[in-house]
Nanobody
Framework: QVQLVESGGGSVQAGGSLRLSCAASGSPYSRRCMGWFRQAPGKEREGVAAIYTFGGNTNYADSAKGRFTISQDNAKNTLYLQMNSLNPEDTAIYYC????????????????????WGQGTQVTVSS
């Protein structure tokens, strides 16, 4: 069992930055896939970024590449998403997720591959 709690969401103007945090508890924080997903009103949930906690390999959605950085602090059992150059299309509820390691340590962005989810944190980007 894993418990995940997101924080760091808020409102920011276009071009600004936010850093989201996800505190994990309940099980060892190692050899897992951790990911950030988001869901905008009326849209399906989509993967943003994922990281393999053991090796540190990352995957990003095309929309996030070059702007977002996923990272971890294993000593604190905390996952981060640094978001720069935000635009209104980034407005969504952002969710932290955890699951078993995927084959080869390549953590994919499919939400069906993750077993544990936080409640989400709202990110609003204004023009």
């Amino acid at each position: 069992q894993v418990q995940l709690v997101e924080s760091g969401g808020g409102s920011v103007q276009a071009g600004g930055s936010l850093r989201l945090s996800c505190a994990a508890s309940g099980s060892p924080y190692s050899r897992r896939c951790m990911g950030w997903f988001r869901q905008a009103p009326g849209k399906e949930r989509e993967g943003v970024a994922a990281i393999y906690t053991f090796g540190g390999n990352t995957n990003y959605a095309d929309s996030a590449k070059g702007r977002f950085t996923i990272s971890q602090d294993n000593a604190k059992n905390t996952l981060y998403l640094q978001m720069n150059s935000l635009n209104p299309e980034d407005t969504a509820i952002y969710y932290c997720a955890a699951g078993a390691a995927h084959y080869g340590g390549n953590c994919r962005l499919g939400d069906d591959l993750y077993d544990y989810w936080g409640q989400g944190t709202q990110v609003t980007v204004s023009s």
